[in-house]
């Protein structure tokens, strides 16, 4: 959520820092109702006070035998003018609320205009793998090794879900592994949120109102119609792990990581080289989250990243790391960074994480704030999050980069004490 109070000020410089996410709008009637706003509430508060004197001064005035009922009839009509006045704040706060609910976030200073176009590759890792023999696509690779079943997982859930099975399944817990030891060295709390969410845990996160119908919903019961809907990151439980909160300077930064599967309802691409893992429905992931002072969540957004960035390295995996441009970064986020994996066959980097910063943004929103020592005053936190990692293209990179000319796989060093010593993958006979 934006702060009005920026827009009321500088409209023109807000819509300017929109318009490099090419987001066009026009902010007059917004600020029209403001100005209704604050005209209601001035003239609201004022019939009030009086209100209230008047009515401090009746029971006096009766005691001394004064005639009240002018006062009293008069007291009645600014009651019912009070009620009018109310009414259409309430209707003007709503016509405000719904306008800066589906506005995104305003663009740090130092992310450029347009789409992913003008994305800007800031280091690479590694070398592209080189095959003296015809290189498999990931999805030959792990159907050969028996590590999972697209045929079985259509049948069960549909396009867009597959089994891990056997060796498969180890491999994907070995990498959920990996990741978890990582983060509980760096200090980070591990979390295991639900899955369910409430349509509040959406707003929170910048995902509602206007993606509302990307999440998969769950139907409403009889006790509860409001909706709920299962998580499409686990970000979105944690964003609200401490919705409505006033926290200590001293608690902050706070650093959480959380497993879950994610939910998306996205249909994803029906091109052929973005078949097997590369999109699908339903897919694990380990998140990272933090909460932080404004004045470190720069600093923080670099930690993110390092260590996002690690989780690859150690895996030996040849990636890049992107800068996004402001349409290319999701409505929520003021700057984002992306980990891009090679992935052979496609001829192409995809992403494995983004390490995003949403400043204020999420916590308007949540109502997330802090106090400062010695200050009664309060400040909204700021908010990060970053994929530590999604495993669905991890996997399909290692099978490809690390396969050998006899169908084979070597497992990389650091997960390999989960994958009982074993140091490569064979083919199924």
């Known amino acids: 959520m934006l702060d009005i109070q920026r827009i009321r000020n500088n409209p023109e410089e807000v819509r300017k820092a929109l318009q490099k996410r090419l987001y066009d709008v026009d902010f007059t009637e917004l600020l029209s109702w403001d100005q209704k706003r604050r005209n209601l509430i001035v003239e609201s508060e004022e019939l009030k006070a009086k209100k209230n004197k008047v009515s401090d001064e009746i029971p006096r005035l009766i005691k001394q035998g004064v005639d009240v009922s002018q006062l009293k009839a008069d007291m009645k009509n600014i009651s019912e003018r009070i009620k009018v006045l109310d009414d259409e704040l309430r209707e003007i706060e709503k016509k405000i609320f719904d306008f800066l609910a589906v506005l995104p976030n305003i663009p740090a200073d130092d992310v450029v205009a347009g789409g992913k176009e003008n994305n800007a590759v800031v280091r690479v890792f590694g070398e592209k793998p080189e095959f003296s023999f015809r290189p498999k696509d990931h999805v030959e690779l792990v159907t050969s090794l028996g590590l999972i079943d697209y045929e079985r997982g259509v049948k069960i859930g549909g396009n867009g879900f597959w089994v891990y099975t056997g060796d498969g399944a180890l491999l994907e817990w070995a990498l959920l592994n990996y990741f978890i030891e990582e983060h509980l060295k760096d200090g980070y709390k591990f979390m295991l949120p639900p899955h369910i969410l409430t349509y509040q845990c959406g707003f929170t996160a910048g995902q509602f109102p206007k993606f509302a119908e990307d999440v998969f919903k769950v139907e409403a019961s009889e006790v509860n119609d409001r ?64 909460y932080t002072l404004p004045e470190h969540s720069e600093a923080a957004l670099d930690e993110l990243v390092h260590k996002a960035e690690k989780l690859v390295q150690g895996l030996g995996l040849h990636h890049r790391v992107s800068k996004l441009a402001a349409q290319d970064c999701s409505a929520s986020m003021g700057k984002t960074y992306d980990i891009e994996i090679w992935i052979p066959s496609m001829n192409i980097y995809k992403e494995v994480s983004s390490c995003s910063n949403a400043y204020d943004y999420q916590a308007r929103r949540g109502n997330i704030r802090f106090r400062r020592k010695g200050s009664k005053k309060t400040e909204f936190v700021h908010t990060l999050n970053a994929s530590g990692l999604a495993t669905s293209r991890v996997l399909p990179a290692l099978v490809e980069q690390y396969q050998q000319e006899d169908g084979s796989v070597i497992i990389p060093e650091v997960l390999r004490k989960w994958m009982g010593g074993r140091d490569r993958l064979y083919p199924i006979k």
């Open 227 to 290: 909706m709920q809907f299962i998580l499409p990151t686990a970000e979105t439980a944690l964003i609200n792990y401490h919705r409505d909160e006033i926290l200590d300077e001293d608690e902050l930064p706070k650093k959480y990581f959380a497993y879950t599967p994610c939910y998306r309802k996205e249909a994803g691409s029906h091109r052929t080289e973005e078949r097997g893992m590369i999109r699908g429905h339903q897919f694990n992931k380990v998140e990272m989250f933090q």
